[in-house]
């Protein structure tokens, strides 16, 4: 089970490939380049995290995809080490060569193990960061409990979760039907219940309510906004061009058929309106984090 692969209202719930639902290992260059418009936000969570009392020696970014955010806790904590855990071991490599080209080599490891099958390989730990991944475990409350097993006494957890979805482009795409942004979200939850394992997940869950029956303390919730006006960045208009690639791929029994010509038309590059010639296009998210002490 890995993460950073999953953006706030992204088609994350519709990342999947009929052999295997979450096969990241050849996405690793995509993921990469869509983690690191998060970067801003994750920045700004750890220095909120960095200015609490507390010393950080390790780390530990469980489901770390091709390793932003662990080299962003490196950063973010010059004297800790950090521990990468993913299943994937293509996307584990991908996280140690990040670390080197920004000069964090020898303070990013990396442990491989699924977090699906149990938590008790996790190392102990001063900090916990577990971004966008709760939600597809078995018993996210129990992989809670398990967490604050593994956090030094008085160490934090940090639980990326929630937020609002992803918008892109005027509600009036200037073809189709209106709101067509919307219809995915629905779309891509459908898909994504009709998995195996996820079938209990729905939006609105309380997670500042599991950490602290999960026995946290000082839990606190944020919300950060992500907010690229049009015109959009390449890495932009990059990103939503992936996303609706999946989208057109993966989500066809979910959508009517002028939804799927619709996107068709966002995808297309010689479209002037399409996502890589609309002059319209932007990025605006927000992303909720929660976080608690042992």
Avoid: C, K
Wanted: glycine fraction near 8%; avoid cysteine.
């Amino acid at each position: 089970m890995t993460s950073h692969h999953h953006r706030a209202g992204d088609d994350h719930h519709a990342d999947d490939s009929a052999a295997d639902p979450f096969d990241w290992d050849h996405r690793g260059e995509q993921l990469e380049r869509e983690a690191e418009l998060d970067l801003g936000w994750i920045e700004q969570v750890l220095e909120w995290l960095a200015a609490a009392p507390g010393v950080v020696e390790h780390a530990v970014d469980l489901g770390s995809g091709p390793g932003v955010a662990a080299s962003a806790l490196a950063t973010a904590f010059p004297g800790a080490t950090v521990t990468a855990v993913d299943g994937s071991r293509a996307l584990l490599d991908r996280a140690l060569a990040r670390a080197e080209r920004v000069g964090l080599g020898g303070r990013v490891r990396a442990l491989q193990h699924d977090l699906a099958e149990s938590l008790v390989a996790i190392p102990r730990a001063d900090v916990l960061w577990i971004s966008r991944v709760l939600h597809h475990l078995p018993d996210p409350a129990a992989a809670l409990a398990a967490l604050h097993d593994r956090l030094r006494p008085g160490g934090r957890i940090v639980v990326v979760e929630g937020g609002l979805p992803a918008r892109w482009a005027p509600e009036d795409l200037g073809f189709g039907r209106p709101n067509l942004q919307a219809r995915l979200d629905v779309a891509q939850g459908d898909a994504l219940h009709s998995l195996p394992g996820h079938q209990g997940i729905r939006p609105g869950t309380d997670w500042a309510a599991l950490l602290r029956a999960a026995g946290f303390s000082e839990v606190a919730t944020r919300s950060w906004l992500v907010d690229l006006p049009a015109p959009a960045p390449d890495a932009v208009r990059a990103h939503v061009h992936d996303r609706l690639a999946l989208t057109r791929d993966r989500l066809g029994p979910y959508l009517q058929p002028d939804d799927l010509a619709a996107v068709d038309r966002l995808v297309d590059p010689a479209d002037p309106l399409g996502v890589a010639r609309r002059p319209d296009l932007f990025w605006l998210f927000a992303q909720t984090v929660h976080t608690g002490r042992a």
